[in-house]
């Protein structure tokens, strides 16, 4: 069954659907040659073939996340220099792509789309003269139903129509959404099956336009398995539901991805949606690890920021050129995983000229050694291999491992090459650090640390490379005013593949706030006789403060949060107006989306939970969920298969005693059709 209207909403681009297209989409000059698709490349180095649309995955920018509907001719404009002058068009940025809202609500007398007068006053031709004049290309969105996500006329009965006007107007890329599509015309064919036949002929009609179109099928519905039948139809598909701009929901669209890598190849690309990097919702360091691993899953890099006022960070990440590089290795062999944790991954890439890119990825809260090996990565045996961090932009010398002490929520990420001759680089070695804090409670992944209390810290320097470090010195710090002590750990000589390690007690100072904080270890040594080194770890802290008096959920800081589309959105619905269910409004609340979760620390502080409980009415339909409560990984509320005609719940829970609260929203085991959930007027009764 369709996975409902809201889920269309989110739909491509944003997780949040109607406005979804962007990455998801583009337009495709006409099928692509599935025999292209092949997943083992001839021999390393073979190019991909000549001319061919789409030859690596597409670069560029989407409107949609930075600014949903609130597109104009001036933003696209503004955009399209933005790309020139920010050097991102020489780091491999070209297409300038519209989402959903650009179009007018009418078709014109003719029955051809046209551009919203007002946000286009000079309609798209003009706009797209004016990007190609900038060496840029010009991508559109649609729908191969009756409606897009957002309510515009969709492509459906005017396909040959529509490809022509966008031939018409030089459009370079075609996103094609998969809302409102009239499935009681099609009786007799499953939903994939009118997947295949609507987007098959939307392929062949650009095709017949003649003009060459990059073309996205930006069906979101992983179900409907478009990897194993766009690659015959397109230049790249959608391999995930929505997302947002959260840690959490990177981590599910690269896990959705790592079966697929088969399917992608030069011409044809899996595509996990548009970079969330630069949003604001995620650190750098998490921008750097999403960005990271969608180059190495040769996604498209369809930036979705607005570009004009990124900060320097946020354009050091995109314009990368060495991970760039990785993400267009013109043997578009996609990464694939070596080994999976709920801590850690390890990604391995092959490459054109034989090298490989590695990924050690930090999934956990906490900083985390990770390793592999040279032989693992599949690189040819070697008395000496060079290691290049590919953000650090430094090269160093391994005799085989390649291992990391990897921030939390963060990636480090390696181009290795197999050598001969020793010496030419600094040893690989690494400073792990780390600090033992106790469990929120007996199995939890939360290690938490209280104002006032003092912990071990650790820290373990390991020597990777192939000759001896000597002089070894190591110290900890931890963030200013916390109490350290300072012993130095020394050491004369580390041997190749050996490791030197020490402890400090380290106090958190009462009266410091919650959050993440960083205790780092720092190590001097030298090699090769008199060349000082250097080399430094991070392990992180987790330090949280119990909430007091009556405070709302929507008012505190959440441990962590996942959601089934876009992320959870607080005292607002999805289409920005206030909470509301049965009528009723409220001013405080969560806004889910099944399957949703939610943590949060109460430190054996707070006596009661209360909360209205239903679906909310933006989005009136055929929903179902259930909600669940868990004081301390045991469920202590179960609401029930809730749906829209259910009579609004409150809910009233002891929580005595209980250090994490986990509020839930399911499915209730039927899919995701309207799966709105809100938990209003969220509260907490707390001591202070």
Not at 375 to 400: I, K, N, Q
Not at 425 to 436: G, R
Not at 456 to 483: I, Q
Request: proline share 6%.
């Amino acid at each position: 069954m369709l996975n409902r209207r809201r889920l269309s909403r989110w739909c491509c681009a944003v997780s949040g659907g109607a406005l979804v297209a962007v990455l998801c989409g583009a337009a495709l000059a006409g099928p692509v040659d599935a025999q292209a698709a092949a997943k083992q490349p001839a021999p390393a180095g073979s190019p991909a073939p000549a001319r061919q649309l789409g030859a690596t995955p597409p670069m560029g920018w989407n409107d949609w996340y930075a600014f949903g509907c609130n597109l104009t001719e001036q933003l696209v404009e503004q955009t399209a220099d933005t790309i020139v002058s920010s050097g991102m068009k020489a780091a491999g940025y070209d297409y300038v792509n519209l989402d959903d809202c650009w179009l007018s609500h009418e078709r014109d007398a003719q029955g051809d789309l046209q551009a919203d007068p007002t946000k286009f006053p000079h309609g798209i031709k003009a706009v797209a003269d004016y990007v190609h004049a900038r060496g840029l290309k010009l991508g559109i969105y649609e729908d191969v139903g009756t409606a897009t996500c957002a309510g515009y006329p969709g492509s459906f009965g005017h396909v040959q129509q529509d490809a022509n006007t966008f031939a018409s107007w030089g459009i370079d890329f075609a996103k094609i959404d998969w809302c409102n599509v009239p499935f009681d015309q099609f009786p007799n064919l499953t939903q994939k099956q009118v997947a295949i036949k609507l987007y098959t002929q939307y392929s062949k009609a650009l095709k017949a336009t003649g003009r060459q179109i990059f073309f996205s099928v930006c069906e979101w519905d992983p179900t409907l398995e478009p990897w194993t039948w766009a690659p015959a139809i397109a230049n790249m598909w959608r391999t995930n539901g929505d997302y947002g701009d959260t840690w959490a929901q990177i981590l599910a669209n690269l896990d959705q991805e790592a079966p697929l890598a088969s399917a992608a190849g030069p011409g044809h690309w899996n595509d996990p949606d548009i970079l969330q990097v630069g949003l604001g919702g995620m650190s750098t360091g998490e921008d750097r690890a999403h960005f990271s691993a969608w180059s190495m899953l040769a996604a498209p890099l369809l930036a979705g920021n607005d570009l004009r006022s990124m900060s320097a960070a946020t354009k050091a990440i995109l314009t990368n050129r060495e991970v760039i590089a990785i993400d267009q290795d013109r043997f578009g062999a996609e990464a694939t995983r070596l080994s999976h944790t709920n801590d850690a991954d390890v990604w391995i890439r092959t490459l054109a000229n034989g090298d490989r890119a590695v990924m050690l990825l930090n999934r956990s809260d906490s900083a985390r050694s990770i390793s592999t090996t040279a032989h693992a990565a599949g690189l040819p045996r070697s008395s000496a291999y060079a290691v290049r961090d590919l953000w650090a932009h430094e090269t160093f010398e391994s005799g085989g491992t390649i291992a990391s002490s990897v921030p939390a929520d963060s990636a480090v990420l390696y181009r290795v090459s197999a050598i001969h001759g020793g010496s030419a680089h600094p040893p690989l070695t690494d400073v792990a650090a780390s600090v033992k804090a106790p469990a929120a409670f007996p199995g939890s992944t939360y290690h938490i640390v209280k104002p006032g209390q003092t912990v071990t810290a650790t820290a373990v320097f390991r020597n990777d490379g192939t000759v001896p470090v000597r002089r070894l010195s190591m110290h900890l710090y931890g963030p200013s005013g916390w109490k350290v002590d300072h012993p130095s750990i020394t050491a004369a000589v580390v041997p190749p593949g050996r490791s030197v390690s020490g402890s400090w007690p380290i106090t958190v100072p009462a009266g410091t706030k919650a959050g993440s904080y960083e205790v780092n270890a720092f190590a001097r040594y030298r090699w090769s006789g008199t060349r000082p080194a250097a080399t430094s770890g991070q392990g992180g802290v987790l330090v949280e403060v119990p909430p007091t008096g009556s405070p709302y959920l929507s008012d505190l800081t959440w441990l962590a949060a996942t959601n089934g589309y876009g992320p959870v959105l607080l005292d607002e619905n999805y289409y920005g107006g206030p909470i509301a269910i049965h009528g009723v409004t409220y001013a405080k609340g969560l806004w889910t989306n099944a399957d949703a979760s939610i943590d949060y620390y109460l430190g054996d502080s707070c006596t009661r939970f209360t909360a209205d409980l239903g679906l909310d009415d933006s989005d009136r339909g055929t929903g179902t969920v259930v909600y669940q409560v868990f004081t301390d990984g045991t469920k202590v509320y179960d609401s029930g298969v809730v749906t829209n005609s259910t009579p609004t719940i409150h809910v009233d829970q002891n929580v005595s005693g209980a250090n994490i609260l986990q509020v839930v929203v399911t499915d209730a085991g039927d899919g995701v059709t309207y799966d709105n959930a809100d938990f209003a007027a969220p509260q907490l009764t707390c001591a202070g």
